[in-house]
């Protein structure tokens, strides 16, 4: 029962996956590796290992994102505006401190207390003067 193809034409048929220059690539680094001596291969591999831990944390360091009080001790009334201001202009923000205090993205802090400023003064003054009147 021969499947007429013989071993030896099945291992000369083309690997549809992997072009034949990679695959000559893989050999000649195979070959470079095993003609290392087992401590340069321990170096290598190493090498590469920390090269990538270092890369990765790199990365995950400068992609999360430090946060910076916006206003703190604020009344839950003035931090409530304040939120529906910054949801209005779709800042991401934390409560801090029972939700009196509100932390933004720390490059954007300083911007953010002169925007907001003055939504925070006018409902202070809207307040005192209720209380006056």
Known sequence: MSSGASTSDVAALPSPLVPPSVGRVFAQAK???TGLSRPARVLLVTTVLVTL???AWLTWRTSTETWGPLFSQLERDD???LVAKLKELKIPYRLQGDGTA???PEARVHELRLELASAVRD???CRTSELDG
């Open 79 to 81: 931090a409530a505006a």
């Open 102 to 104: 509100i932390e933004v």
């Open 31 to 33: 070959g470079w590796l």
């Open 53 to 55: 831990a270092l890369a």
């Open 123 to 125: 409902r202070r003054r």
